[in-house]
């Protein structure tokens, strides 16, 4: 404070003696601290319309964002297309309609504002590089989450009992041009028909955290 009346006295009061007193004052930088998903982290929230529900991260990837998949499946079953048939694979299907449409706006603003995608699992993220899968499901990329080594980590329940789930990948042609790839009860690979009705698991991905504290370093 003497400092700056007598930097004001001496250099006149128009707000160039600050530009002099600058050169002494070290600077601080704002840094803001970066909190990062964790495989293993869970998020509950509640869906409109279809009660409360809690996710688990699977994996992170290297932007930051990660993985959620729901830890129980929504209560009703849905079929992945009206019609028997895989054609146009899970993307062009009425089930992702559906997800589209009915499922993501009823998350809470605040979790849906984060949501970067609202999908389902693909057989590689569940059960990895499995022989049986990958001669009979259109294979994908995906490696297996680490929490679904296990059938037991597989396996999901709908109203209280376990059931089937839908997985994104159609069976290949020389197999079958009706049916999709699905996990059974008891946390094995299975499939049925596209008109047939089974339970949703979804997954989304979420945006990277971002820390809303800051800490300032001198430079």
């Not at 009206?82 to 603003?109: C, V």
Request: with cysteine.
């Amino acid at each position: 404070g003497l400092a700056m009346a007598i930097a004001k006295k001496y250099y006149g009061n128009q707000g160039n003696y600050f530009n002099h007193l600058k050169k002494w004052i070290p600077s601080h930088k704002p840094v803001v601290s970066k909190a990062k998903h964790k495989v293993g982290d869970q998020i509950s929230f509640d869906l409109k319309g279809f009660g409360h529900y809690t996710a688990t991260a699977q994996k992170v990837n290297d932007d930051g964002s990660a993985m959620f998949l729901f830890d129980t499946i929504l209560p009703e079953e849905r079929c992945m297309n009206d019609e028997r048939t895989n054609a146009g694979g899970f993307g062009k299907s009425d089930l992702k309609k559906w997800i589209d449409t009915k499922l993501l706006p009823a998350f809470p603003d605040d979790i849906r504002d984060q949501i970067r995608e609202l999908t389902i699992p693909t057989i590689g993220q569940i059960f990895g590089k499995d022989e049986w899968c990958e001669d009979v499901f259109v294979p994908d990329q995906d490696e297996q989450w680490p929490l679904m080594k296990t059938a037991e980590g597989r396996r999901a329940k709908r109203n209280g009992d376990y059931d089937w789930y839908w997985l994104q990948n159609a069976t290949k042609k020389d197999v079958s041009a009706a049916n999709f790839a699905a996990v059974y009860y008891y946390g094995f690979a299975n499939y049925d028909s596209a008109s047939a009705s089974h339970a949703v698991r979804p997954c989304l991905v979420i945006e990277p955290l971002r820390g809303d504290k800051e800490e300032t370093h001198n430079a």
